[in-house]
Nanobody
Framework: QVQLVESGGGLVQTGGSLRLSCAASGLPFSTYHMGWFRQAPGKEREFVAAITWTGGRTYYVDSVKGRFTISRDNAKNTVYLQMNSLKPEDTAVYYC???????????????????WGKGTLVTVSS
């Protein structure tokens, strides 16, 4: 059974940082592209960042470029999202996703993605 378990969310002030983690099990992690999506209340789920299975390429939505960094450790079956200079508009539930099709992983709203985590809430106070 495939599981993606996010952690690291919480409450932070504007300008602060958080590091999200997503631990994967039940799938050959190093052969899957990984991504992060988010969904704010009343809004569509949105692509945030993605990383290829080798870690050789990364993708970001424009609104987080220069502030967020996605990385992965294939030895630990874990993908990370380092979030710096957080803004209130970053407030959302953040979801980890896994798929072998990079276009699924790097495109809003993530239709067709094989596996999703249950999400972790990030709240940025002003």
């Amino acid at each position: 059974q495939v599981q993606l378990v996010e952690s690291g969310g919480g409450l932070v002030q504007t300008g602060g940082s958080l590091r999200l983690s997503c631990a994967a099990s039940g799938l050959p992690f190093s052969t899957y592209h990984m991504g992060w999506f988010r969904q704010a209340p009343g809004k569509e789920r949105e692509f945030v960042a993605a990383i290829t299975w080798t870690g050789g390429r990364t993708y970001y939505v424009d609104s987080v470029k220069g502030r967020f960094t996605i990385s992965r450790d294939n030895a630990k079956n874990t993908v990370y999202l380092q979030m710096n200079s957080l803004k209130p508009e970053d407030t959302a539930v953040y979801y980890c996703a896994a798929d072998r099709n990079i276009m699924h992983i790097r495109t809003t709203p993530g239709d067709g993605i094989n596996y999703w985590g249950k999400g972790t809430l990030v709240t940025v106070s002003s």
